[in-house]
């Protein structure tokens, strides 16, 4: 079985169930059928023996028998015997019924020469003395006729039927699967590098419809994760190209000729922050990737967020001292959360970050945490530069920065990193921003 296709098999199921079918099936109308048709014809005998004593009248102690037309149309043959069983009356053929031994009001099957009859004897009274007896008798030949053809029929419509149901079922199942082969075929075509290839069968609800839809679906997800897989890497490479590119050109200028050592301390200073700023993409993409897989395991603790916050201010204070903007924290209380500690110090960082980077001279940045309805909040707030209502939902996606020709530099990875972060520690991030006036970033993370 295991080489059929399913729509041989299907097929085969189905013939198998109709000869089950009709191998029951025919045997019970035979059955029933014959049953039917023998007890009709005692029926009609007893009849035919009643009709046939109401017709005999006695006269001077001798017996009248006068026919009645429509038994003697009704094909059966009606004899009457004396009480030593001498024939008195009937027709004078078939003496082997004639002969047969008498046996009252019971209808029996006798076979002569060859072919069944059907006989019922009953006495003859006249002043309650049996004086004669009465003998039906029916020919069961027609009877045999209708149920042997009744065979013969069933027996040349069985493999015309079985015919008719291979072939439906044949062309049913090959109905019901043709969307299948079309999903193989399709399937087939992608594997040689077209993702962007769809079923588009008409949606109908059943089983195979939905596989095909299912499909479409599957495909859809396969096509943009590689999209974005590629985008991914081309926008890796391009960001991590211009730091190399500054390197380099450093190094090389550097070794031409002679220089001062003031010269070298700033070539060396550049190539220092360009490769600092490296190993920075570098990590957070590796987070990212991480992320994605799925592999990235969280090193739950229970973490001091003030702690964190404090730290993180301090260790940001020479960059905001450098841009000229200012740090103002509000902490007023100490708040414990299970979390990642080096992932939550990564979103602090980044949000605070951000908000010196895209601040103006002499901005600020306020910082505050507190808890709220069991939640932790912490809101990173500047007045700096703001951004336009309709980047908003853009700077969560990777590589996505605001107009790239602002002086800042940046990778344009930070912010998706927080909200993966955020997300990853069932957190909510909230962001609100005025053009040219500041931006709030806000994040609650439960507190259990
Ligand atoms: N506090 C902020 N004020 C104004 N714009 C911001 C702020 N934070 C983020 N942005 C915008 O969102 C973009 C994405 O931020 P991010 O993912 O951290 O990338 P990056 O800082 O490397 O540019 C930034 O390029 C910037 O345009
Ligand atoms: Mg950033």
Do not use: C
Not at 432 to 448: A, M, Q, R, W, Y
């Amino acid at each position: 079985m295991k080489q059929l296709t399913i729509r041989t098999k299907l097929t085969l199921w189905y013939a198998a169930m109709l000869i089950l079918l009709l191998g029951i099936f025919i045997p019970y109308l035979y059955i029933s059928m014959s049953n039917m048709m023998y007890h009709s014809e005692e029926n009609l005998i007893k009849l035919h023996i009643t009709q046939a004593l109401s017709a005999v009248d006695i006269e001077n102690n001798h017996i009248v028998f006068v026919e009645p037309k429509e038994l003697i149309r009704s094909g059966t043959y009606i004899y009457i015997f004396d009480v030593k069983n001498r024939l008195i009356n009937g027709p004078d053929a078939n003496p082997e019924i004639i002969d047969t031994v008498p046996l009252y009001d019971k209808p029996r099957y006798v076979s002569v020469s060859g072919s069944k009859w059907l006989i019922l004897d009953q006495p003859l009274q006249n002043d309650n003395k049996t004086i004669a007896w009465i003998r039906a008798s029916r020919p069961l030949e027609p009877v045999s006729e209708a149920l042997h053809s009744l065979i013969m029929i069933s027996l040349f419509a069985f493999p015309i039927y079985l015919l008719i149901a291979i072939a439906g079922g044949l062309f049913i199942s090959g109905r019901a699967l043709s969307p299948i082969d079309k999903i193989t075929k399709t399937a087939r075509e992608i594997g040689q590098g077209n993702l962007a290839q769809r079923l588009n069968l008409p949606k109908v609800e059943d089983e195979v419809g939905r596989l095909a839809l299912t499909f479409d679906e599957m495909l859809d997800r396969l096509e943009s994760a590689f999209k974005r897989e590629r985008q991914f890497t081309s926008d890796a490479s391009h960001e991590l190209r211009t730091p190399i590119t500054v390197i380099s050109a450093h190094a090389e200028e550097s070794l031409i000729g002679q220089k001062s050592t003031q010269e070298y301390k700033e070539s060396l200073n550049v190539i220092l922050k360009e490769s600092r700023m490296m190993g920075q993409i570098v990590s957070q993409l590796l987070m990212l990737t991480r992320s994605d897989e799925g592999k990235y395991k969280l090193e739950i603790e229970d973490i001091y967020l003030n702690i964190i916050v404090n730290d993180v201010m301090q260790e940001m204070q020479k960059n905001a001292n450098d841009a000229g903007v200012e740090l103002k924290l509000t902490v007023n209380e100490s708040i414990k959360i299970k979390a990642d500690q080096m992932l939550i110090t990564r979103a602090i960082i980044n949000l605070i970050d951000n908000a010196i980077k895209y601040n103006k001279t002499g901005g600020w940045v306020k910082i505050s945490l507190y808890t709220n309805e069991g939640f932790a909040r912490l809101i990173v707030e500047d007045n700096g530069i703001g951004m336009i209502n309709d980047e908003i939902p853009n700077i969560f996606k990777r590589f996505y920065r605001i107009d790239k020709a602002r002086s800042v530099k940046g990778t344009g990875i930070g912010l998706s990193l927080v909200q993966w972060i955020v997300n990853a520690h069932k957190g909510i991030i909230r962001v609100e921003s005025v053009f040219n006036h500041g931006t709030k970033f806000e994040i609650d993370l439960p507190i259990e």
